[in-house]
């Protein structure tokens, strides 16, 4: 069972920058592709922002935020990051944390194992 608490968000001005943590716990974190989701006011579903593979590797971003956000993670601390850096009103949404099994289930938001409960980030124009 792994449990995933995400933090860091907050309110921002448009071009601010913000980083997220999402720290989980159980035994099994470094065996986990890990993902960044968003779900923004008024959207039913979750839109998916970036991956990275469980050695850190292989980061993969959504079209909507490549060359603005950075995914790392620290299997040592059970920690997988999210730096935001030059965000837009449009960024505005609850971020979620996830783990899967693999780098295509995340992107494609299929077979998730665990959720955090999110964290909202508002940037203001």
């Known amino acids: 069972q792994v449990q995933l608490v995400e933090s860091g968000g907050g309110l921002v001005q448009a071009g601010g920058s913000l980083r997220l943590s999402c720290a989980a716990s159980g035994s099994t974190f470094s065996s986990y592709v890990m993902g960044w989701f968003r779900q923004a006011p008024g959207k039913d579903r979750r839109e998916f922002v970036g991956t990275i593979s469980w050695s850190g590797s292989r980061p993969y971003y959504a079209d909507s935020v490549k060359g603005r956000f950075t995914i790392s993670r620290d299997n040592a601390k059970k920690t997988v990051y999210l730096q935001m850096n030059s965000l837009k009103p449009e960024d505005t949404a609850v971020y979620y944390c996830?783990?899967?099994?693999?780098?295509?289930?995340?992107?494609?938001?299929?077979?998730?194992?665990?959720w955090g409960k999110g964290t909202l980030v508002t940037v203001s124009s």
């Open positions: 996830a783990a899967g099994g693999s780098i295509p289930d995340i992107r494609e938001g299929h077979d998730i194992h665990y």
